[in-house]
Antibody, heavy 119, light 107 residues
Framework: QVQLQESGPGLVKPSQTLSLTCTVSGGSISSGSYYWTWIRQPAGKGLEWIGCIYTSGSTNYNPSLKSRVTISIDTSKNQLSLKLSSVTAADTAVYYC???????????WGPGTLVPVSS | DIQMTQSPSSVSASVGDRVTITCRASQGLSRWLAWYQQKPGKAPKLLIYAASNLQSGVPSRFSGSGSGTDFTLTISSLQPEDFATYYC?????????FGGGTKVEIK
């Protein structure tokens, strides 16, 4: 069974770039007809889709974040990554990576990592 | 973006109760809708995809129905482990969007 695990710095300063990595285990990130996504959730609030990447390397981003987001994939390391630039306190959230299936459902999730944005 | 509206935002229920949660989309989704369960401090867990398909390993007391703009998640007999927040997610077009959540609380 595939498992996902997010990792990254525990704190990011305003105006800096948030960088996270998601390591996939229990299966190849490039096998099957899956895509890989990033989602975030501010404390006590709902879920926001950030964007996704396919094993081909093509990406789709949420228009609300598109100018600041880059998602990439490293099939040799079985990892995907997220970079979010020019962060503010509004970007403070738990960030999740997840695997997407053929019906655009998200069938496997990492446990999430809290990223506070604060000076 | 497609807006997803869940109702109610919270519901109080007892073990054994039948619970129904509704999700309405701002435009037609066909059957491209998923449901998730989230417990405090945990990641969401997929329950239902394509409106009515039960994800592997999910108890059969969970069921989904609907098409177009109106969808329902039903828990036929609420169990103690089902107290959580439930989210719908439209899978019809990007960006993927989620409902605001329904918190199922103990009465």
């Amino acid at each position: 069974q595939v498992q996902l695990q997010e990792s990254g710095p525990g704190l990011v300063k305003p105006s800096q770039t948030l960088s996270l990595t998601c390591t996939v285990s229990g299966g190849s990130i490039s096998s099957g007809s899956y895509y890989w996504t990033w989602i975030r959730q501010p404390a006590g609030k709902g879920l926001e889709w950030i964007g996704c990447i396919y094993t081909s390397g093509s990406t789709n981003y949420n228009p609300s974040l598109k100018s600041r987001v880059t998602i990439s994939i490293d099939t040799s390391k079985n990892q995907l990554s997220l970079k979010l630039s020019s962060v503010t306190a509004a970007d403070t959230a738990v960030y999740y990576c997840a695997r997407g299936g053929g019906s655009w459902e998200l069938d496997s999730w990492g446990p999430g990592t809290l990223v506070p944005v604060s000076s | 973006d497609i807006q997803m509206t869940q109702s109610p935002s919270s519901v109080s229920a007892s073990v054994g109760d039948r619970v129904t949660i509704t999700c309405r989309a701002s435009q037609g989704l066909s059957r491209w809708l998923a449901w998730y369960q989230q417990k405090p401090g945990k990641a969401p867990k997929l329950l239902i995809y394509a409106a009515s398909n039960l994800q592997s390993g999910v108890p059969s007391r969970f069921s989904g129905s609907g098409s177009g703009t109106d969808f329902t998640l039903t828990i036929s007999s609420l169990q103690p482990e089902d107290f959580a927040t439930y989210y719908c997610q439209q899978a019809n077009s990007l960006p993927l969007t989620f409902g605001g959540g329904t918190k199922v609380e103990i009465k």
